[in-house]
């Protein structure tokens, strides 16, 4: 019986309670001030407000010595703006905010006074009314299981699947929170062929879910026993597979940002990613990169990079890098600006960086996972800096 081999990775992206801070800054023009004529301004402070499918907020201002004010936003930077509130005591900040088609998401309240000449910082502590959900499936960038669709469903909804370099990914609207849903799914080939079906109980709590096992690179995600169509029920673990090999095809695992030019004097700030497209951990003892067709770095022994995850590596003086090695300089102008990552004598990728490839004094060039097929060619490159998280040309 032939058996397939996927893994969920299930992340509740739930919204937890979360702070954002009211900055009060309230002012009079003389020493004499009555509270009902003179007025204040509030700033919202949001910082970051991410909140999936988002519509808008609402802030209600009242107490009893004072008209309601109220005040709402389509767009939000990150602070929202309110003027005209009188000066005193015991006003009332109620702050709504609303997605997927004016669902209420978070809410929170606080109360504070309003004083002339004085600027405070008050936190509010928004609390969670409902989640979202994210699934996301690792197909490999080569997605050799022929993953074409898939469908998700919950209780009565239904969520078609996208997939974004090498990973199926199913997105939710607003949930209820600490309910029981059933969740259920299939994937399909390209000829809309069921592959896999599955299914699972789930809940989404208040706050972030974090369920580990014991595969590398898979936190926030849990397993789903998945059941293949193709031979019969026959019940399988939906792991990654368990295959621990060094690379063996061109473009198993490629560069994706390189630091050749830094602004620092000397090359101690030097430093290389790659990443591992395939479903397979990746031994690279006896793997080494080749520059300017004379130096060489070999890779440190028992060396592994897991799947689709990156591996970060660079000169003396580069922090938080997987390894770091010393007298290997790449070069940063002439002729000399080939480089090449192999095993053996087997080239895994290979690239040259001249013009026009973004190679510039002081900052990294990058490559967007979605444009490995064509990482050859300068355009699909950028300046940029993003270690270990793929990159965003823009």
Same mark, same amino acid.
């Given at each position: 019986?032939q058996r397939?081999?996927?893994?969920l990775l299930?992340?509740?992206?739930s919204l937890?309670a979360?702070?954002?801070?009211l900055?009060v800054?309230a002012?009079?023009?003389?020493?004499?001030w009555?509270a009902? $004529?003179e007025?204040?301004?509030?700033?919202?402070?949001l910082?970051?407000l $991410?909140?999936p499918l988002?519509?808008s907020?609402s802030v209600?201002v009242s107490?009893e010595s004072?008209?309601s004010?109220h005040?709402?936003?389509?767009?939000v930077?990150?602070n929202v703006?309110?003027?005209?509130i009188p000066?005193g005591?015991?006003?009332k900040?109620?702050?709504?905010?609303?997605a997927?088609g004016?669902k209420?998401v978070?809410?929170?309240?606080?109360v504070?006074?309003?004083?002339a000449?004085q600027?405070a910082?008050?936190?509010i502590?928004?609390?969670?009314?409902s989640?979202?959900l994210?699934?996301e499936?690792?197909?490999?960038?080569?997605?050799s299981?022929?993953?074409?669709?898939g469908?998700l469903?919950?209780?009565?909804l239904?969520?078609q699947?996208k997939?974004?370099?090498g990973?199926?990914i199913?997105?939710?609207?607003? =949930?209820?929170?600490? %309910?029981t849903l059933?969740?259920?799914?299939?994937?399909?080939d390209?000829?809309?062929d069921? #592959?896999?079906?599955?299914?699972?109980?789930?809940? #989404?709590?208040?706050f972030? $879910?974090?369920e580990?096992? %014991?595969?590398q690179?898979t936190?926030?995600?849990v397993? #789903?026993?998945?059941?293949?169509? &193709?031979d019969?029920?026959? %019940?399988?673990?939906?792991m990654?597979p368990?295959t621990?090999?060094?690379p063996?095809n061109?473009?198993?695992l490629f560069f994706?940002e390189?630091?050749?030019?830094?602004k620092t004097?000397?090359d101690?700030?030097e430093?290389m990613e790659i990443y591992?497209?395939?479903?397979?951990t990746?031994?690279?003892?006896?793997c080494?990169?080749?520059?300017?067709k004379? =130096?060489?770095l070999n890779?440190p022994?028992s060396?592994l990079?897991p799947p689709?995850e990156?591996?970060f590596f660079?000169?003396?003086?580069?922090?938080?890098a997987d390894?770091?090695?010393q007298?290997f300089?790449?070069?940063?102008?002439?002729?000399?600006l080939?480089l090449?990552?192999y095993?053996?004598? &087997?080239?895994?990728?290979?690239l040259?960086?001249s013009?026009?490839f973004?190679?510039? %004094?002081g900052?990294?060039?990058?490559?967007?996972i979605?444009n490995?097929?064509?990482r050859?060619?300068?355009?699909?490159?950028?300046?940029g800096?993003s270690?270990?998280q793929?990159?965003s040309? $823009?």
């Amino acid at each position: 019986m032939q058996r397939h081999f996927c893994v969920l990775l299930f992340t509740a992206c739930s919204l937890w309670a979360m702070v954002i801070t009211l900055f009060v800054a309230a002012c009079s023009s003389g020493l004499n001030w009555n509270a009902e $004529q003179e007025d204040g301004a509030v700033k919202l402070v949001l910082g970051k407000l $991410q909140v999936p499918l988002f519509d808008s907020i609402s802030v209600h201002v009242s107490a009893e010595s004072m008209k309601s004010l109220h005040i709402s936003a389509n767009f939000v930077n990150d602070n929202v703006k309110i003027e005209g509130i009188p000066l005193g005591e015991a006003r009332k900040f109620e702050v709504k905010v609303y997605a997927d088609g004016g669902k209420e998401v978070l809410t929170g309240e606080v109360v504070a006074n309003i004083i002339a000449n004085q600027t405070a910082i008050i936190p509010i502590y928004l609390k969670a009314l409902s989640g979202f959900l994210r699934v996301e499936i690792p197909l490999g960038l080569a997605n050799s299981a022929d993953v074409h669709s898939g469908i998700l469903f919950l209780d009565t909804l239904k969520f078609q699947m996208k997939i974004e370099n090498g990973k199926g990914i199913f997105n939710t609207g607003a =949930l209820p929170l600490n %309910q029981t849903l059933t969740l259920s799914l299939k994937l399909m080939d390209s000829d809309g062929d069921t #592959l896999f079906i599955g299914g699972k109980g789930i809940i #989404l709590s208040s706050f972030s $879910q974090t369920e580990t096992i %014991q595969l590398q690179s898979t936190k926030g995600s849990v397993i #789903l026993e998945l059941e293949t169509s &193709l031979d019969g029920p026959a %019940q399988i673990l939906a792991m990654l597979p368990s295959t621990s090999r060094p690379p063996e095809n061109y473009g198993d695992l490629f560069f994706t940002e390189i630091f050749a030019y830094p602004k620092t004097n000397g090359d101690a700030f030097e430093y290389m990613e790659i990443y591992n497209a395939t479903l397979d951990t990746l031994e690279l003892s006896y793997c080494h990169i080749k520059h300017a067709k004379t =130096l060489i770095l070999n890779m440190p022994e028992s060396l592994l990079i897991p799947p689709m995850e990156y591996l970060f590596f660079g000169r003396d003086s580069v922090a938080n890098a997987d390894f770091n090695y010393q007298k290997f300089t790449l070069n940063n102008s002439g002729l000399n600006l080939d480089l090449g990552f192999y095993c053996g004598s &087997l080239a895994i990728d290979s690239l040259r960086y001249s013009s026009p490839f973004p190679l510039k %004094q002081g900052t990294p060039m990058q490559l967007p996972i979605s444009n490995f097929a064509d990482r050859e060619y300068g355009t699909s490159w950028c300046l940029g800096f993003s270690p270990k998280q793929d990159a965003s040309c $823009q």
